[in-house]
């Protein structure tokens, strides 16, 4: 199983239908468990694609609408029933504490698992599987944050060159840990064995019209996960409600530098998602559709 990759939970908006459930997606970071907006549904969910509950180690909500944060008592109730201890932490805009904090009643003694983090504005919000995690504001219409988790950059070993300083075993990590070496041809500094590796990066736009928020999200991100609420057909109802289009989705994927496009969150109106993935591909080369219960590895490292 990859150490990097998304569990799709559900692509609906607002309306499931027979074979989307309401939103929900969870990525897998390196033995982490990052839970994207709850909807309803989601503990039968993570069931269907094979996760358990138990892997959640952090839910990030983006904002106080049902499709996106109704199935959070259910889950809850799921992870103590499973025997989960541990704090999980919660995070949500600060404007939506009231609504989280009646979710949390609902979900009754097992709300005393949730950690309430309430986001107040731009910037890292958790650390999570050697990673950061921040938030920055989306343009909805009510207050909605998008999520960014972002590995630091760091070095890539270069056998050739560690071969040929006779540098092997234990030795690799020391190098590694403390950025030099003593050895019989002399000192080896870990810039002469390694070169320069990009961290990867994942993103979340999910309910907004096209911002500046969108944009800072989704620049250089590996992997961005984004609403496609609706077609070109539709775009005139787009901005009203607060969404975006297929097609902008693909052209913010393009102007940002993002790499692989994922398009979720389909209205009710689309039985046929082909035409929403040809609008994006007319913006952006590397788009798939989300489809619910699929599992989309997080792809190679760019430079790699």
């Known amino acids: 199983m990859p150490a990097r990759e998304l569990v799709v939970l559900g692509t609906a908006s607002a309306v499931p239908t027979r074979t989307r459930n309401h939103n929900g997606h969870l990525l897998l970071w390196d033995g982490a468990g990052l839970l994207l907006d709850p909807g309803e549904g989601t503990q039968r969910q993570l069931a269907l694609a094979g996760a358990s509950a138990s892997s959640v180690s952090a839910i990030a909500i983006t904002h106080a609408h049902g499709d996106h944060a109704l199935g959070l008592p259910g889950l809850l109730q799921r992870m103590a029933l499973d025997g989960v201890t541990r704090p999980v932490p919660l995070l ?66 270069l056998p050739e060159a560690l071969a040929a300083r006779g540098i092997a075993g234990p030795d690799v990590g020391r190098l590694q840990r403390e950025g030099s070496l003593a050895t019989p041809g002399g000192v080896v500094a870990l810039e002469d064995v390694s070169a320069p590796r990009r961290g990867q990066r994942f993103a979340l736009v999910q309910d907004t019209r096209w911002c500046e928020g969108a944009l800072r999200l989704a620049e250089d991100a590996d992997l961005l996960l984004c609403e496609a609420t609706f077609a070109d057909d539709d775009a005139a109802l787009a901005a009203p409600y607060g969404h975006l289009t297929a097609r902008q989705a693909g052209r913010l994927a393009a102007t940002a530098g993002a790499g692989r496009l994922v398009l979720t969150h389909f209205s009710a109106r689309y039985g046929d998602l082909e035409p929403l993935l040809a609008q994006a591909r007319e913006e952006h080369d590397d788009v798939v559709v989300a489809r619910d219960l699929a599992r989309i590895p997080l792809p190679a490292r760019r430079g790699a």
């Open 92 to 157: 949500f805009p600060a404007a939506a504490e009231e609504y989280v904090a009646h979710l949390l009643g609902a979900a009754a003694h097992a709300a005393v698992l949730a950690a309430p983090h309430p986001v107040p504005g731009d910037g890292p919000v958790l650390a999570l599987g050697g990673a950061v995690l921040e938030a920055v504001a989306l343009d909805h219409r009510v207050p909605c944050c998008g999520y960014r988790l972002v590995e630091p950059d760091g070095r890539r070993m």
